[in-house]
């Protein structure tokens, strides 16, 4: 579950704080499912310690995509 999003992220993602805190990033951004961001998040949670630093994504509705450091 989501526990700290801050300013830009919700800006680049367009999703605020409020609506973000407590839900799973697969509840937040359902089209990361079947892909290489699933499967890192899903070893994250199973304790593996995944570098999710730099990673390039498109989120819905924005115009060009956006660069994310996941932790």
Do not use: H
Not at 3 to 15: D, F, I, K, Q, S
Not at 22 to 46: C, K, M, N, V, W
């Amino acid at each position: 579950r989501v526990t700290e999003w801050n300013a830009a992220t919700a800006r680049n993602t367009g999703v605020d704080r409020a609506s973000a805190v407590g839900r799973s990033l697969l509840d937040l951004f359902p089209y990361i499912r079947d892909t290489a961001i699933e499967a890192e998040y899903r070893r994250a949670l199973a304790g593996e310690v995944v570098d999710g630093r730099e990673r390039c994504w498109t989120p819905t509705g924005a115009e060009r995509p956006r660069w994310f450091d996941v932790t």
